[in-house]
């Protein structure tokens, strides 16, 4: 059996995230001690006692969730050694995390990304000209073709074959819904979020925060790394390194991240590394009948741990 570790981004937070594993878990309480150090605030408490509204804000939010999400890769690492994925990918945010998780980027210089990165689009969300909307049950092809008719929209996020996010000025956003609801969407969901991830908006804070990746050393990671760029699996640290730098102005292409498992790899098992399951419910939509397990609580951690032992 072979395994695939999946990273989730923005919009997998809550509150009390990560805390049952810290609670029951020595190494976890020493990792997110140290995050709080890199970052210079109480990390653990706004992940354990929140407010909601303070975890929520970008600044908070990717930090929490790169910071969940290698609590469990190392638990792992350490528990069940014997597992290696095979692959990686992230989603967004979770891209940094993926990074890590295959050794193209040291913890510390990973934390200190994803702190620039949540403070460059905090920055960018507080000018209050941008906005986010999912779409449901409308095809790929057409959101596009609507999108193309309204200039300042674009696809932020290829999320399943039913799930599109679409992303850019707000008054873009507010005119075409009702042609995103005459040509058949069943659904289309403003997001409450500050700005428009993914779109030319974030265009000064990527260059920004493309200066802070060339500071950063990366190396070639220990297995590819699928790219949410071009949805390629990568394994060339400067390669990694320029998809990266793009990321921020581009779309995730995590519907087509989903086929290319499903098509390349045979007795994979997705795992879901962090907080939440979001990851798990797009794979169920795209990835046919691959297996996919979201680990994120401690009860999940020994569970699997036992299932893996009793399977050799």
Not at 56 to 61: G, K
Not at 69 to 74: E, G, H, L, Q
Not at 267 to 286: C, H
Request: some cysteine.
């Amino acid at each position: 059996m072979n395994f695939v570790y999946l990273f989730p981004g923005q919009g997998s937070q809550y509150v009390g995230m990560a805390a049952s594993v810290i609670e029951n878990w020595s190494r976890g309480k020493d990792l997110i001690s140290q995050s709080s150090d890199i970052l210079g605030y109480d990390l653990e408490n706004i992940m354990k006692n929140g407010p909601a509204e303070i975890l929520q804000q970008t600044l908070y939010t990717q930090p929490a969730l790169f910071v969940s999400s290698m609590i469990v890769k190392t638990w792992l690492e350490e528990n069940l050694p014997s597992i290696e994925p095979e692959m990686v990918a992230g989603h967004s945010l979770g891209e940094l995390s993926a990074l890590c998780s295959c050794g193209a980027l040291s913890f510390t210089g990973a934390l200190n990304l994803v702190k620039k990165r949540a403070e460059l689009m905090q920055e960018a969300n507080s000018q209050g000209v941008g906005g986010m909307a999912a779409i449901l049950g409308l095809s790929a092809e057409k959101i596009e073709n609507i999108c193309n008719q309204f200039q300042e929209l674009s696809i932020a996020n290829y999320n399943s074959p039913n799930q599109i996010v679409i992303t850019g000025s707000l008054k873009a956003m507010e005119i075409s819904e009702a042609a995103f609801r005459e040509a058949g969407a069943k659904r289309f969901i403003r997001l409450n979020v500050g700005g428009a991830f993914h779109s030319y908006l974030m265009q000064n804070a990527c260059e920004e925060f493309s200066s802070e990746v060339d500071k950063i050393i990366f190396s070639d990671p220990r297995c590819p790394i699928i790219s949410n760029y071009d949805a390629k699996p990568s394994s060339i640290s400067d390669e990694i390194k320029f998809k990266l730098k793009k990321q921020m102005i581009s779309s995730v292409r995590w519907t087509e991240t989903m086929y290319y498992l499903r098509d390349n790899l045979i007795d994979t098992v997705l795992l879901e590394i962090g907080s939440g399951s979001v990851l798990k419910g797009l794979a169920k939509q795209a990835a046919g009948e691959m297996k996919c397990a979201s680990l994120d609580k401690w009860e999940d951690l020994v569970s699997f741990k036992t299932e893996m032992e009793s399977n050799g």
